[in-house]
């Protein structure tokens, strides 16, 4: 679906370009990250070189104060970081990219632990 709408929108404008960041509901678990750290590896791994340079990372999403943190994924994370080649980038493997820092507890470290895992980017951050 994605390659057929953005062939039709290339044709009509020709400079229109998309990324894709892959989002894991921190809510849902461990399971729903793992199933979307899976999605990527098959996408990865399907030769359709298309769909897989418009892949640029990982999310992690869904409000803090009732979430798991940001580290209790590090055990899947770490792993698809570091073998996952997005975009046939060597050495680079998946970018996460992490919402955090929306929170006024004290006690909260995402930010320190999105910052450990190698988070591209801080949503929020406050």
Request: with cysteine; charged share 25%.
């Amino acid at each position: 679906m994605f390659k057929e709408v953005y062939i039709e929108l290339k044709q009509d404008y020709p400079n229109f370009e998309f990324k894709m960041m892959v989002c894991g509901h921190k809510w849902f678990g461990k399971w729903h990250i793992d199933k979307m750290l899976d999605h990527i590896q098959q996408t990865i791994n399907s030769g359709d070189e298309w769909i897989k340079k418009f892949i640029v990372g990982l999310d992690l999403i869904n409000e803090e104060d009732i979430t798991p943190a940001v580290s209790s994924f590090a055990e899947s994370i770490i792993p698809a970081k570091y073998n996952l080649l997005v975009n046939d980038k060597i050495g680079e493997g998946l970018p996460c990219f992490f919402h955090c820092g929306e929170t006024s507890k004290k006690e909260s470290y995402n930010i320190q632990d999105s910052i450990a895992l190698g988070t591209k980017r801080i949503g929020h951050g406050l």
